[in-house]
T-cell receptor
């Protein structure tokens, strides 16, 4: 049973560029959440997708956008990259609706913006 | 205001000893869940233990137990018989009722180092 997978593992971009990160949820899960984790910090919630729609959004600018596909996989897009966007981007999947289940996290994509 | 506070940036423990990692939280929601995650240097967040606000007993999962003191709004993680592989970052997180199935709010983390 595959867990949450993310690609790519590492990415280096320059300021102003655009980036797309990908996530495949754990088998049987239909909800994907994205988190940004800056160095030395705890993860910060970006947004969550369910039924191909954004259900919740954290305090992130519109440069951060996403998409969920019919197979429940998801993409995170960041436009006009800033140095401050350098971080580990974590994807988590869960099953909705349901009990207060935990979110299963992927290994993350480490983005460096130069 | 910080919703999750972890006051210990770093902790050291001798192998085979027990260690307590502190976590306090702030919420006005009567229904919430508290989580602990382990993050090794590889980056993946590994779920350890969960405590619901209405659970009568403290949660336990193998060597992990959660010391839940609701009145004090604390949810400390106790790791018994520490192992070298326990060296990692540990994060406390909370999910409020209106966010059922939704976002987790994380603390700043505690870096645990287990000495041989």
């Amino acid at each position: 049973d595959a867990g949450v997978t993310q690609s790519p593992t590492h990415l280096i971009k320059t300021r102003g560029q655009q980036v797309t990160l990908r996530c495949s949820p754990k088998s049987g899960h239909d909800t994907v959440s994205w988190y940004q984790q800056a160095l030395g910090q705890g993860p910060q919630f970006i947004f969550q997708y369910y039924e191909e729609e954004e259900r919740q959004r954290g305090n992130f600018p519109d440069r951060f956008s996403g998409h969920q596909f019919p197979n429940y996989s998801s993409e995170l897009n960041v436009n006009a990259l800033l140095l401050g966007d350098s971080a580990l981007y974590l994807c988590a999947s869960s099953l909705l609706p349901g009990n207060d289940n935990e979110q299963f996290f992927g290994p993350g994509t480490r983005l460096t913006v130069l | 205001a910080q919703k999750i506070t972890q006051t210990q940036p770093g902790m050291f423990v001798q192998e085979k000893e027990a260690v307590t990692l502190d976590c306090t939280y702030d919420t006005s929601d009567p229904s919430y869940g508290l989580f602990w995650y382990k993050q090794p240097s590889s980056g993946e967040m590994i779920f350890l233990i969960y405590q619901g606000s209405y659970d009568q007993q403290n949660a336990t999962e193998g060597r992990y137990s959660l010391n839940f003191q609701k009145a004090r709004k604390s949810a400390n993680l106790v790791i018994s018989a520490s192992q070298l592989g326990d060296s990692a970052m540990y994060f406390c997180a909370m999910r409020e009722r209106y966010n059922q199935g939704g976002k987790l709010i994380f603390g700043q983390g505690t870096e645990l180092s287990v000495k041989p």
